[in-house]
């Protein structure tokens, strides 16, 4: 993670306000996935929510893999998500977006796999351990006693196939010996090593499985700016 070279770029390929929110690798392909939310579409042709990929074998060159996905819903007609986060694990590509979840095993075409049990503002998406977690992080707004205050968030939603999930926490916490047991509020979620790392500006937790989290230590501050 030192020493970086250019391979390759994705280039300009659709039209409207797409965001690239995130890109993972499996089944031999890398795929990219952009999204467009509906709400925020302020000065173009359209206000829907739109889901767009590019794929590629080797990383370096790529093409789309699809411009405007759709996917059929349980109770009837089409919906286009527009999501937050994606990553592969068990076969397949998983993508979500505030309760939707879509999947691939190649990232040109997609199904709905399922919901979240909740509506959520997914930031963070992971696999690990036979194990999906999907983050919602949300700092807050303002201070306890104004009028317009909003805690903090860290809801934590789990699955082992993709498709039937469950929320696991509002909040990670940990116990944190004499202090007693501490909220931590996750602003990102990765897996490595066999386990998950929750992080804050500073502070790290690990888990194995999502639920228990333990202390594992501090991000010191070696970047100025």
């Not at 206000?47 to 767009?52: F, L, P, Q, S």
């Amino acid at each position: 993670g030192q020493t970086w070279s250019h391979i390759g770029q994705l280039g300009d390929n659709f039209s409207g306000n797409f965001e690239l929110i995130g890109s993972a690798y499996g089944n031999g392909k890398y795929v990219a996935v952009f999204s467009q939310e509906g709400s925020n579409y302020c000065c173009g042709n359209s206000g829907e929510d739109r889901m767009a990929t590019m794929v590629s074998d080797n990383g370096s060159s790529w093409t789309v893999g699809h411009d405007n996905i759709q996917v059929a819903q349980s109770g009837g007609g089409y919906k286009n998500p527009a999501p937050k986060a994606v990553t592969f694990g068990a076969g397949k590509f998983v993508a979500i977006d505030n309760q939707t979840v879509v999947g691939s095993t190649d990232g040109v075409s997609w199904i709905s796999l399922g919901e979240t049990p909740e509506d959520a503002s997914i930031t963070d998406l992971e696999y690990g351990n036979g194990t999906f977690l999907a983050l919602e992080s949300d700092p807050g707004y303002f201070n306890p006693g104004s009028w317009n205050y909003r805690p903090p968030i860290g809801r934590i939603f789990k699955s082992s196939d993709g498709a039937s999930w469950s929320k696991i926490s509002d909040n990670i916490s940990w116990d944190n010996g004499s202090y007693g047991t501490v909220t931590f509020f996750a602003e990102e979620i990765v897996f490595g090593d066999g386990l998950f790392a929750a992080f804050d500006n500073k502070t790290i937790l690990t888990s194995s499985d999502g639920i228990n989290w333990q202390f594992s230590g501090t991000i010191s501050d070696n970047i100025s700016g």
